[in-house]
């Protein structure tokens, strides 16, 4: 599906921060800006939700604690029992250290793989730029055409702020 954005181009972060400003009080929503390096107090402007990709983490990590778990029990419990010297046969204090290796081991690659699924990166996915030089030293404002109500007014804001190239682009 191809969406239509209006681009605010600027080359300083602090007109692009005031311009962000009076497009958020004039109830513009933002769809996004791309910037080759941060802008420090951008965040408030973007509406930027608190990520759950720590409630994937805690899970992921249950998981592979108790996989960790598992694997000792079923192994010393079931498959393999000895009995050396009156000691238990499931060793508790021998599981901790593979329970928690296997804990960090299972939270790290399942949070790669969930950003990676979420943020719909995959082998071959070709980069959507909006601006060729967005990766050198332009700052992007982009504002999605369907969700704006008065077009010029935006382009106003762009004008005032110091943008010195408005476009549109389809993506």
């Not at 969406?3 to 007109?15: I, T």
């Not at 498959?79 to 790290?108: C, H, Q, R, S, Y």
Request: some cysteine; proline content about 5%.
């Amino acid at each position: 599906m191809k969406k239509n954005f209006l681009l605010g181009k600027y080359w300083d972060p602090d007109s692009t921060l005031e311009g962000l400003k009076k497009l958020q009080d004039s109830g513009v929503l933002v769809y996004d800006v791309f910037s080759p390096f941060p802008i420090h107090g951008i965040e408030p402007y973007l509406n930027i939700k608190r990520t759950r990709l720590t409630v994937a983490s805690f899970i992921y990590g249950c998981m592979g604690a108790l996989t960790g778990i598992m694997l000792i029990g079923i192994v010393y419990g079931v498959i393999w029992p000895m009995n050396i010297g009156g000691k238990p046969i499931v060793p508790w204090v021998d599981m901790v250290p593979i329970t928690f290796e296997l804990t960090i081991l299972f939270a790290a690659h399942g949070m790669v793989l969930t950003f990676l699924i979420v943020a719909k990166y995959w082998p071959g996915k070709k980069a959507v730029l909006m601006d060729d030089r967005q990766t050198d030293d332009v700052i992007v404002v982009a504002i999605d055409k369907n969700k704006v109500g008065n077009e010029d007014a935006v382009r106003k804001v762009f004008s005032e702020t110091g943008a010195f190239e408005i476009s549109e682009k389809e993506v």
